[in-house]
């Protein structure tokens, strides 16, 4: 019996990440140097996985309630209100998700409908389109290449006028994965100053935020108009915690009470073991992500230097762990078949920018969350490739 026409015919019009879809092809290479995934090379810290070790001992593996353990709420509120001039009450305006990729189907799945419309500066992250699809959504992506990947407010506001009504959501990733962007509190003033005027949630995906290497403080436009901002963090990144699978939504109390709804039937509750060690990660390891800073940008500025000196035209990334890079002129174009050639013939995978969508096309991604050493080899190997294909 074929039952294909009995899916959910939205199915049909997503797949599986082109990101994954690449990695799986690369790792079939053998000894294949994958700077692939957002995946920090540092252990999760001691303290934090003494945590969890003790949380297992001590039999915590039962059920928390729907939105987490009362105290890892409670650490994440003092930990935005330090970090982000941020103030939520635990109570009833922080639910603890199973990462931040659960945080955002949630959160999409609960405001979206039939015909709605999502604005997304663009190239973007591809984990946002596929559930909003989903939901009969429909995705308006502004185009921010002609500004070296930076959202304007005049351009912000013609991409809500031209939406319409229609325009249900816009996402706003920063710093950004896959370009590095990141923005000032003068610039997310100005986007409040714009978004406020309009009936649109706003969903802030902040799960970079401790990878600003700006010198200046990472700033939310939740400060700014939280009574239409749906914040979006986690560990995996600031505390190389991607297999923890813990993340955070932040909202106030009344956009809360209808996003758990979804969350609940979702996941039920996050990992019990996980939250009491993100408490540990939030309290004592509060500043866990500054080594790991320093070391990234040593990272960014070596492959900034060795890549341009090969002709890629790079804007330098003010955060996040990722270069975002153009491929030089007289060089295969499709960035999926000049990765994959790179990587058949020097072992070596970063990204194709075609993964972020067709603003992407003709750039690669790679990741700074690998070590100094394997970065070295890649891009001594990547020198060989452009010279021997000139």
Known sequence: M???????QNINKIAVSEIRQFDQE???IPNIIKLTLGEPDFNTPEEVKAAGIAAIADNQSHYTGMSGLLPLRQAV?????????????????ILVTVGATEAISASLLSILVEGDKVLIPAPNYPGYEPIITLAG??????????????????????????????????ILNYPSNPTGVTYSREQIKEFAEVLKKYEVFV????????????????????EFIPEQTIVINGLSKSHAMTGWRIGFILATEAITAQLIKT???LVTAATT????AAIEALTAGKNDAYPMKVEYIKR?????????????????PDGAFYIFAKIPAGYEQNSFKFLLDFAQKKQVAFIPGSAFGELGEGYVRLSYAASMETIETAMSRLKEYMEENK
Not at 141 to 156: A, G, H, S, W, Y
Request: net charge negative; charged share 25%; no cysteine.
């Open 2 to 8: 074929d039952l294909s026409h009995r899916f959910n």
């Open 26 to 28: 690369v790792s079939k």
């Open 77 to 93: 509120s003092e930990f935005m209100k330090e970090k982000y001039n941020l103030s939520y009450n635990p109570d009833n305006e």
């Open 137 to 170: 959504g429909e995705v308006i992506t502004i185009d921010t290449t002609p500004n070296n990947f930076i959202l304007t407010p005049e351009t912000l506001e013609q991409s809500l006028i031209d939406g319409g009504e229609s325009v249900k959501a816009i």
């Open 203 to 222: 969903i802030s995906d902040e799960i970079y935020s401790e990878l600003n290497y700006t010198g200046e403080e990472h700033v939310s436009i939740a």
């Open 263 to 265: 969350h609940q039937y």
């Open 273 to 276: 073991n996980a939250q009491f």
């Open 300 to 316: 960014r500025d070596y492959i900034v230097e060795k890549m341009t000196a090969l002709d890629f035209e790079i804007i330098k």
